[in-house]
């Protein structure tokens, strides 16, 4: 028909390519799908990418501050120091609770949008307290208002962006946290140099990042869409492209609805209490972002140097992270490969961080760099979940599962980060989880193998309707919220 996409790009042996299903909606060129791509990555992506970029900032900043004297004008134990850092986590795990059954029910941006501009009030307010007790209630409070932006972050990649593009959008706003890095350290760097400040430099940072935090906050309320059908930056035409594109998906897009059935079955799936793993495993390792800057300054070098020489480690981490990307696109069946290859270099940095003595001076702080790539990993291991995972409960459920363990593994962690100078026993305890994470990327595999190989059993002895219990309404969307594995021609990206 006039203006189909053409039939070289659509026609294929198999009706099934890594989880998409061919040849659904044949409506459109793909020129006019990759105009429509442009359009959600110029507002989509600098929307997701800054409020992240925001949000890890704020994170670390407690190591800045930590250098510029918060733990001396506040009196902190080294004991207190660590839990400064897990109650921020206590306040995000308490969070998700109510925040998966929200971000189900009320407009997700809406809701995302007013919980930022609240993390951006809370984050001035640290800059206020004066002892422990007043920083651990805020550093709580700011924990439990950015819950909703990590699982809703998956959830919107999600929405908006087919399976093929999930690994390369995901990175693009998880290299914020390797961008925040570098920008946190010379900005606390730029501060530290200024010595005419009426108030403490640690102080200032909080204040200019929750300002900052705030007008985010207002901006993506305001203008982040919802979904497809809100699309202000996209017209008619271009609204029904996008319907369409996801419906090769058989993804319906956001609905304001819990099915206590697909809970159900998300508590019942091996694959989605993995991916809980995933969130453990994976950011038992973190608190090296956090204590790598006191560890350089233990070595003997200034507080600006130490901000100086902590700056490279989120070059070292967006580099790896894209390297990881790239490795996707060459091989883009094999993203459980990848991470496995992933986890190599901070695995080799963290054992250098055991071995190496605080005399190695410049081996230490490469060792150092290396260790923090964490979010190489994370990226993918997020693509794979926004990938692998329909129905619209169920990705909500998923998603907070992976951010449960997360917050679990970042509450652990730093309690055995408390010896100075070389924190051997959270030193140890990296070495072990990655390779338990190791372990359970290769167990993740094999349960999507099997799956993927029973289905194409079914389908190649006519069992299988690829059509089953899926037609679309007047939007080229799915009349039925369908879930993964009620999906029988959905497939597992591996």
Known sequence: ???????????????????????????????????????????????????????????????????????????????????????FYVGQLVSEYPFIYL???????????????????????????????????????????????????VTITSIWYRKKEHTLRTAIWITMNGIAQVIGCLLMYGIGKNTSLSI????????????????????????????????????????????????????????????????????????????????????????????????????????????????????VQVTLLWIGTALVFFLPRQRTIVILILIIPPFIGTLFLYKLDTSAGWGLIVASWLASCVTATMSILLSLSASNVKGNTKRAVVNTMFFIGYCAGCIGAPQLWTHKPRYTEGVITSIVTWCLLFVAVIIYRLFCVADNKKRDAHASAGT????????????????????????????YSI
């Open 200 to 315: 403490a430099p640690w102080r200032v940072l909080f204040l200019i990042c929750g300002a900052l935090t705030i007008v985010a906050g207002i901006g993506f309320f305001l203008l982040m869409p919802n979904g497809p059908k809100d699309a202000w930056f996209l017209n008619a035409r271009e609204k029904e492209i996008l319907s369409l594109r996801m419906a090769e998906d058989r993804d319906g897009g956001d609905k304001t609805s819990f099915s206590i059935s697909q809970l159900k079955e998300t508590l019942m799936d091996p694959k989605a209490w993995m991916v809980f793993w995933f969130g453990v495993l994976v950011t038992m390792q973190s608190p090296v972002l956090t204590f790598a800057s006191l560890m350089i300054q233990s070595i003997g070098y200034s507080k600006l140097d130490t901000m100086l020489y902590t700056a490279p480690s989120g070059a």
């Open 103 to 153: 971000m189900s029910r009320l407009p997700l941006t809406k809701f995302v949008g007013a919980t930022v501009i609240i993390w951006g009030i809370v984050c001035m307010c640290l800059a206020a307290p004066q002892n422990f007790a007043g920083f651990a209630t805020v550093r709580f409070l700011l924990g439990f208002s950015e819950g909703a932006v990590s699982p809703s972050f």
């Open 1 to 87: 028909m006039a203006g189909s996409k053409n039939s070289d790009s659509t026609k294929k042996e198999d009706p099934q390519k890594d989880g998409e299903i061919i040849g659904i909606c044949d409506q459109y060129t793909l020129e006019e799908e990759k105009a429509v791509l442009r359009k959600i990555d110029r507002v989509i992506l600098p929307f997701m990418c800054f409020v992240f970029f925001l949000q890890y900032l704020d994170k670390q900043s407690l190591s800045y501050a930590a250098v510029f004297g918060l733990t001396q004008d506040l009196n902190m134990t080294n004991s207190q120091y660590s839990w400064s850092s897990s109650i």
């Open 464 to 491: 299988l309707d690829v059509m089953e219990d899926f037609d679309l309404d007047e939007n080229g969307l799915p009349k039925t919220d369908l879930t993964d594995k009620q999906d029988k021609a959905f497939r």
